[in-house]
C-alpha cells in the first residue's frame, strides 16, 4: 500500500492526470524507482525498453518520462530523439553514469528538461521529478491558453481585428475612430465585440492575453 502523498510532493506538483514514465531495462533499479515515487504519491507506468514505452505513448501523456541512458536495442537518446520526431511535449530526465555526463549536456541543449547521475539520492531524484512535473503543468496551461486565444483571435472580423491592433497600440477610441474613417459610436461596438469575443473584461486582460500568446508563439 502506497504511503500517503506528502506535503512536500504536494507542493511540488503531481497534478491531477500527470504519470511519471520509467523507461529503465535494469530490473532492480527500475523497480526500486517505482517503489520510490508510488511511496510518496506519484502514479507510475514502468517499461523495461524504449520500444515498449513507444508502443503506448501518445501525444495526451502528461507527467514526465524517467529516462534511461544505456538500453540496449534502442537507446535512451535515441528514444528522446523519436519523441522529438513526434513531436512529443512530455518532458525529459535522463538518468546517466559518470561517462555520460558530456552526452548529458548535449541532450539539454536539444531540449531534455533535466538529468541525474548516478548513484543519486532519494531526496534529489524526488526533487528533480516535483520541479520537472510544476513546470509540465505550468507549460501545458500556457500551450492551452495559447491555443485558446489563437481560437478566438480567428474569430475575430478584419474591422474587429483592427480595432484590437489599435486598441493594443493605446489608441482612444476617437484615435482609433479617425484611423479607420469610422464614427465614433462603431468602434465602441466593434470593441465590445473584440471583449466579448475574447473572453475578457477589461483592456489590461485583453492586452496581456494577446501580447502573451504573441510571446510564446515567438519561442516556439
Known amino acids: 500500500m502506497n504511503e500517503p502523498v506528502s506535503k512536500t510532493t504536494q507542493e511540488t506538483g503531481d497534478a491531477p492526470g500527470q504519470q511519471v514514465f520509467v523507461v529503465d531495462d535494469d530490473d532492480p533499479q527500475r523497480d526500486s524507482l517505482v517503489w520510490l515515487l508510488e511511496s510518496h504519491g506519484y502514479t507510475v507506468r514502468a517499461f523495461s525498453s524504449a520500444r515498449d514505452f513507444l508502443a503506448v505513448w501518445d501525444e495526451n501523456l ?34 546517466t553514469g559518470h561517462g555520460d555526463v558530456p552526452m548529458a549536456v548535449s541532450v539539454l541543449k536539444k531540449g531534455a528538461a533535466d538529468f541525474i547521475e548516478k548513484p543519486f539520492s532519494s531526496e534529489e531524484m524526488l526533487q528533480i521529478i516535483g520541479n520537472c ?41 476617437k484615435q482609433i475612430a479617425d484611423v479607420l474613417g469610422i464614427s465614433i459610436k462603431t468602434v465602441e461596438v466593434h470593441r465590445a465585440r473584440v471583449m466579448d469575443k475574447m473572453g475578457v473584461s477589461t483592456v489590461a486582460s485583453l492586452i496581456r492575453r494577446v501580447v502573451s500568446a504573441e510571446r510564446q508563439e515567438a519561442q516556439g
Open 62 to 95: 502528461v507527467g514526465c518520462l524517467l529516462l534511461d541512458v544505456r538500453m540496449p536495442d534502442m537507446s535512451g537518446p535515441e528514444l528522446f530523439e523519436e519523441l522529438a520526431r513526434r513531436h512529443s511535449a512530455l518532458p525529459v530526465i535522463f538518468i
Open 133 to 173: 512535473l510544476v513546470r509540465e503543468s505550468e507549460e501545458r496551461e500556457h500551450r492551452r491558453t495559447r491555443a485558446d486565444t489563437t481560437q478566438r483571435l480567428a474569430q475575430l472580423t478584419t474591422r474587429e481585428r483592427e480595432v484590437l491592433e489599435l486598441v493594443i497600440a493605446g489608441k482612444l477610441n
